[in-house]
């Protein structure tokens, strides 16, 4: 192991280190942990500048009661539900199907195919903007969740396939060449014999795609307008320009926003770094 | 694996379990980027007829002063996103002792990046409140007087980009945090035995282990760096005076706020020439481990 373990150091190696642990933790999540306390304070303690200081009353409850009450806020949640978890199944089941082709057939173009599905995941959003606006009007799909959903689908497929491919390209072959030597259709051998293989994958995907889709400002900005449709992000957004100086709504808005993906993090934490260290280990 | 009859004869199989997923992405991101770069030699409000312009777009963008402040913004943030990956390992080797709690403290280290932009942008112009925020706090503390630096031409860039490196910062320490979980330990204590310590131990013995995780990391922070449009479009939209734009944002602007759609997908289309260097750069390395 590198650093040397603690349990070779000195006591007060050991000592200093659990003390430096917390502080470096504190300072790293300062801002975070002023937010989180602003959300709890009173309009009085806004005002008066306390916005470092211990709140002069605990308002928790009536500040996220105000934000529910007041904005479009349940709405937002929503939304953002509607779109994340159509995308999520969307996209890995067109990654796994994508990506079972090009780990488990040999055919021409499949590397070159590979290839571009890897590249599709690094472009700039803006080299899509203007087409895919142009295209999700055309379609009678701008302000729906249809058109953000599917442009999501589209997008996210390029990383799902690369996950995809490259953790189904470790299963062994003999499973599916005795199931075909066996008479069983190539269909059959992938839904019986691969998709419960890659439970984990899936898993892996599934945590870090909601988390992907759950923070997208960019094309929320782009492809809808309204507050039906509108998620969290752009609804936050929007809700700034109203609330100016409330800060403890600000503050209260930002948590409600940032706690999904937080809470499923922390759930599913194994998951979710297993998928996004892929090819951290290896060459 | 049916190869004999397959080198024959064309096997449609792979085809239909492809198919759905290539309709998607050939609709969706290929033909709008051939698109796009045709519609850079067009002028086009967004509405009426487009107009050939030849390479006009490109000849006006090549003179334009906002231009060239947009890139070497990128510029800035990609050179201050190096932070990241040095940070990153800073922060994985401080964590990598067992002790109790320290997966409590890893997940906390890490959860930044679990956060929107959004949030992150705004978390960031409210502890930059020159009026309120714990920075203006820390100078007055110093007996400075508290700068907006979020107004300030000087200083809004790099202001953005510390908020950019929160949660790049916790990516790349989550990398090296895996990559450090597979060490070698033989030839740590081979090292070791031969008095190998500290510095020189990470450069020479832990470092090229943890190769595959700085390469990820760094692929991963310039795409970041390129990528860099939300904690703009939140924290300043672009100001003052169009100083904290970048590339991503510059061509936002020029489209949908000014309905220069030409001119933005001729902004759109060198920021993607630019990234071009970097997916070939990664394809080749990703495809020449794979012929290994």
Same mark, same amino acid.
């Given at each position: 192991?590198?650093?040397?373990?603690?349990?070779?150091?000195?006591?007060?190696?050991?000592?200093?280190?659990?003390?430096?642990?917390?502080?470096?933790?504190?300072?790293?999540?300062?801002?975070?942990?002023?937010?989180?306390?602003?959300?709890?304070?009173?309009?009085?303690?806004?005002?008066?500048?306390?916005?470092? &200081?211990?709140?002069?009353?605990?308002?928790?409850?009536?500040?996220?009661?105000?934000?529910? *009450?007041?904005?479009?806020?349940?709405?937002?949640?929503?939304?953002?539900?509607?779109?994340?978890?159509?995308?999520?199944?969307?996209?890995?089941?067109?990654?796994?199907?994508?990506?079972?082709?090009?780990? *488990?057939? *040999?055919?021409?173009?499949?590397?070159?195919?590979?290839?571009?599905?890897?590249?599709?995941?690094?472009?700039?959003?803006?080299?899509?903007?203007?087409?895919?606006?142009?295209?999700?009007?055309?379609?009678?799909?701008?302000?729906?969740?249809?058109?953000?959903?599917?442009?999501?689908?589209? /997008?996210?497929?390029?990383?799902?396939?690369?996950?995809?491919?490259?953790?189904?390209?470790?299963?062994?072959?003999?499973?599916?060449?005795?199931?075909?030597?066996?008479?069983? *259709?190539?269909?059959?051998? /992938?839904?019986?014999?691969?998709?419960?293989?890659?439970?984990?994958?899936?898993?892996?995907?599934?945590?870090?795609?909601?988390?992907?889709?759950?923070?997208?400002?960019?094309?929320?900005?782009?492809?809808?307008?309204?507050?039906?449709?509108?998620?969290?992000?752009?609804?936050?957004?929007?809700?700034? &320009?109203?609330?100016?100086?409330?800060?403890?709504?600000?503050?209260?808005?930002?948590?409600?926003?940032?706690?999904?993906?937080?809470?499923?993090?922390?759930?599913?934490?194994?998951?979710?770094?297993?998928?996004?260290?892929?090819?951290?280990?290896?060459? | 694996?049916?190869?004999?009859?397959?080198?024959?004869?064309?096997?449609?199989?792979?085809?239909?379990?492809?198919?759905?997923?290539?309709?998607?992405?050939?609709?969706?991101?290929?033909?709008?980027?051939?698109?796009?770069?045709?519609?850079?030699?067009?002028?086009?409000?967004?509405?009426?007829?487009?107009?050939?312009?030849?390479?006009?777009?490109?000849?006006?963008?090549?003179?334009?002063?906002?231009?060239?402040?947009?890139?070497?913004?990128?510029?800035?943030?990609?050179?201050?996103?190096?932070?990241?990956?040095?940070?990153?390992?800073?922060?994985?080797?401080?964590?990598?002792?067992?002790?109790?709690?320290?997966?409590?403290?890893?997940?906390?280290?890490?959860?930044?990046?679990?956060?929107?932009?959004?949030?992150?942008?705004?978390?960031?112009?409210?502890?930059?409140?020159?009026?309120?925020?714990?920075?203006?706090?820390?100078?007055?503390?110093? +007996?400075?007087?508290?700068?907006?630096?979020?107004?300030?031409?000087?200083?809004?860039?790099?202001?953005?980009?510390?908020?950019?490196?929160?949660?790049?910062?916790?990516?790349?320490?989550?990398?090296?945090?895996?990559?450090?979980?597979?060490?070698?330990?033989?030839?740590?204590?081979?090292?070791?035995?031969?008095?190998?310590?500290?510095?020189?131990?990470?450069?020479?013995?832990?470092?090229?282990?943890?190769?595959?995780?700085?390469?990820?990391?760094?692929?991963?922070?310039?795409?970041?760096?390129?990528?860099?449009?939300?904690?703009?479009?939140?924290?300043?939209?672009? +100001?003052?005076?169009?100083?904290?734009?970048?590339?991503?944002?510059?061509?936002?602007?020029?489209?949908?706020?000014?309905?220069?759609? +030409?001119?933005?997908?001729?902004?759109?289309?060198?920021?993607?020439?630019?990234?071009?260097?970097?997916?070939?750069?990664?394809?080749?390395?990703?495809?020449?481990?794979?012929?290994?």
């Amino acid at each position: 192991m590198f650093p040397t373990p603690l349990k070779h150091r000195s006591t007060a190696a050991n000592i200093s280190y659990r003390l430096a642990v917390p502080i470096t933790l504190l300072i790293w999540l300062l801002p975070l942990l002023a937010v989180a306390l602003t959300s709890m304070r009173s309009i009085e303690d806004i005002n008066q500048g306390n916005y470092w &200081g211990i709140p002069s009353d605990w308002n928790l409850v009536e500040n996220y009661t105000e934000v529910f *009450k007041a904005t479009p806020m349940w709405q937002y949640l929503f939304n953002t539900l509607k779109i994340t978890v159509p995308t999520a199944i969307g996209s890995i089941a067109l990654a796994t199907m994508a990506g079972f082709a090009l780990a *488990k057939y *040999k055919f021409r173009g499949n590397l070159f195919l590979f290839a571009l599905f890897i590249a599709g995941n690094f472009v700039p959003f803006q080299i899509l903007m203007i087409p895919v606006r142009d295209l999700t009007i055309a379609f009678g799909l701008y302000d729906t969740t249809l058109g953000l959903v599917l442009f999501h689908v589209a /997008f996210q497929t390029g990383f799902c396939t690369l996950f995809m491919r490259n953790f189904i390209a470790q299963l062994p072959n003999e499973l599916m060449e005795s199931a075909r030597s066996e008479g069983v *259709k190539d269909w059959q051998i /992938f839904i019986y014999i691969i998709v419960p293989l890659v439970r984990p994958a899936l898993a892996a995907l599934a945590v870090l795609v909601f988390t992907f889709i759950w923070n997208d400002f960019f094309w929320a900005l782009i492809l809808v307008q309204s507050d039906e449709v509108r998620p969290v992000t752009a609804g936050l957004n929007a809700l700034r &320009g109203q609330w100016l100086a409330s800060w403890h709504l600000i503050s209260a808005g930002s948590i409600i926003a940032a706690l999904p993906p937080v809470m499923l993090f922390f759930l599913m934490q194994k998951h979710f770094v297993a998928g996004l260290t892929l090819g951290a280990n290896k060459g | 694996m049916s190869q004999k009859a397959s080198k024959r004869q064309f096997n449609i199989t792979p085809w239909l379990f492809l198919m759905p997923a290539l309709i998607m992405f050939v609709v969706y991101v290929l033909y709008p980027i051939i698109q796009s770069i045709s519609l850079s030699f067009y002028e086009w409000d967004g509405l009426g007829e487009k107009t050939w312009v030849g390479v006009a777009n490109y000849v006006e963008l090549f003179d334009d002063d906002r231009f060239w402040l947009s890139l070497k913004n990128n510029i800035i943030w990609l050179v201050f996103f190096m932070l990241a990956p040095i940070i990153g390992l800073a922060i994985a080797l401080f964590l990598n002792q067992e002790v109790a709690g320290i997966r409590l403290a890893k997940s906390l280290f890490f959860f930044p990046f679990v956060i929107s932009q959004v949030v992150v942008g705004l978390v960031f112009a409210w502890f930059y409140d020159p009026g309120f925020g714990l920075l203006g706090h820390v100078m007055g503390f110093f +007996g400075m007087e508290p700068i907006s630096v979020l107004a300030n031409e000087d200083t809004v860039t790099y202001a953005i980009i510390i908020a950019g490196l929160w949660p790049q910062i916790a990516y790349c320490m989550i990398l090296y945090l895996t990559g450090l979980n597979g060490l070698n330990p033989e030839q740590i204590e081979a090292a070791r035995l031969d008095n190998a310590k500290g510095f020189k131990m990470l450069w020479y013995i832990i470092l090229p282990q943890l190769r595959p995780a700085t390469f990820i990391a760094i692929v991963v922070t310039v795409i970041g760096a390129l990528r860099s449009f939300d904690l703009i479009a939140i924290m300043t939209d672009g +100001g003052p005076y169009g100083s904290s734009s970048v590339l991503a944002y510059f061509m936002y602007e020029q489209s949908i706020n000014s309905f220069r759609m +030409g001119y933005g997908a001729a902004i759109a289309t060198a920021l993607f020439m630019i990234m071009n260097i970097y997916i070939a750069f990664f394809l080749w390395r990703m495809l020449k481990s794979e012929e290994r």
